[in-house]
Each structure stands twice: as C-alpha cells, then as structure tokens.
C-alpha cells in the first residue's frame, strides 16, 4: 500500500514541470487537466487536477492505494465497523482508471479514498460508477454537486472524485 495525495493546482504544465523535478521522475500518466506520480521512494501516490477556482495547493483529496480489491472491502468493513459511514464499495471509473473504491469523510469533511487500480482508461475524468457492490449509498463519495444517470459524482466545487 501506500499514501495518495491529490492537490488542486492553477497551472497544470508549471506543476507538472516544478514535481517532476522535485520528486527525480517523470509523471506516469499526463492528461488534459490531471497528471500523475508513481513515487517509489518515498512511497506515494501524487496526483494533481488543474482546477482554477481552487486555491493553488490545497488539497483534492486524499487516499490509501492498496494491492487489490479484497484490501478495499476489507478496509470498508473496518471503516463500517467503527461506525464511519462509507460509500460502499463500487467498480467506477475515474482518474483515467478503472478502480475499486470506498470514500469516507473525516469530521471537517476531508476525503479520503481505499482503492485499487485494476487498468488505465483512456477518457474518464470525473468518477462513473460503473457497479456499486453494496453497503454505504451508491456514488456519494463526495458532498454531491450533481450526478449524472450513470452515477458521476463530484465535490461542492466541482473537482472529481478520485
């Protein structure tokens, strides 16, 4: 496993060019407004997504990318357990992946997201879900703006989901 961290950022290709430096490697993925780090050492999975109307920095999200699905239901189960309330468990789309993904929300409504990567995807930014696998509603994994038929979701200012 390790420690994803998603931060919103103004200038995209100024970010892309200041991490790429900072952290010694290259991005693993680039896409319109959204680029990736697969960070070996330290362990990290850095993301950013232009978003002009967020302030330059902040936080997106942040997240807990983990070696398979069976790693994800058993963390919802323990986030449920402990009486957090999730989004359950579902097979979506988003950040140009298809994933398997559980959201919950600290107490000042910070996202936190357990997921797995099971294969690129070309053109999805914003999260479908694709099959909500139960427990926790389906496709609320974040404070909902608007959500399209087949499940999209995004937080109160618009920026995605993953």
């Given amino acids: 496993m390790r420690l ?11 970010s892309i060019d200041f991490y790429t430096r900072m952290f010694g490697v290259e991005p693993y993925k ?21 978003n002009p109307d967020a302030e330059h920095g902040s936080v997106n999200h942040l997240g807990v990318e983990t070696e398979s699905a069976e790693q994800v239901v058993a963390a919802e189960a323990r986030l449920s357990q402990a009486g957090l309330e999730t989004t359950g468990i579902d097979d979506t789309i988003c950040c140009f992946a298809e994933k398997v993904e559980t959201w919950v929300h600290d107490p000042r409504g910070q996202r936190w997201e357990w997921y797995v990567k099971q294969a690129d ?23 909902p703006a608007e959500t399209a038929a087949v499940g999209a979701a995004g937080d109160a200012a618009g920026s995605p989901c993953c």
């Fill in 30 to 50: 680039v896409k319109p407004g959204y680029a990736n780090w697969e960070i070996a050492d330290p362990p990290l999975k850095f993301v950013i997504f232009q």
């Fill in 121 to 143: 995807h070309e053109t999805q930014l914003e999260n479908v879900v694709v099959e909500h696998r139960g427990a926790g509603p389906a496709a609320e994994c974040c404070a």
């Fill in 4 to 14: 994803q961290l998603a931060l919103n950022v103004v200038d995209l290709d100024e």
